[in-house]
């Protein structure tokens, strides 16, 4: 089974920062984009940013310049900068692996983000 293994949410005041990472096999990382996705409860999976190996990235509209999606092909590990976090920002975060901007292939077991105003 494959593992994609996040860290770094937690709690943090509106205007603050966060980075999220997330590890992931090499034979998974080399392959596939990487991406971020948010959820709250009653709501459906959206992205958040997605980086594909060769260098191509999306950010969800709302992001709106504040998050960056960066991957570090040494450690296997994609990033998740978030600045100028809002309240509306609080969700729990996955990390994905598949095919950019297509359903991912695999999942992280989630972070959660609260961010409290």
């Known amino acids: 089974q494959v593992q994609l293994v996040e860290s770094g949410g937690g709690l943090v005041q509106a205007g603050g920062s966060l980075r999220l990472s997330c590890a992931a096999p090499?034979?998974?990382?080399?392959?596939?984009?990487m991406s971020w996705y948010r959820q709250t409860p009653g709501k459906q999976r959206e992205l958040v940013a997605g980086?594909?190996?060769?260098?191509?990235?999306v950010y969800g509209d709302f992001v709106k310049g504040r998050f960056t999606i960066s991957r570090d092909n040494t450690k296997n590990t994609v990033y998740l900068d978030m600045n100028s976090l809002e309240p509306g920002d609080s969700a729990a975060y996955y990390c994905?692996?598949?095919?950019?901007?297509?359903?991912?292939?695999?999942w992280g077991q989630g972070t959660q983000v609260t961010v409290s105003s």
């Open positions: 980086a594909t190996s060769g260098g191509s990235t």
């Open positions: 994905a692996a598949g095919v950019l901007r297509s359903a991912p292939r695999y």
């Open positions: 090499r034979s998974i990382f080399s392959i596939y984009a």
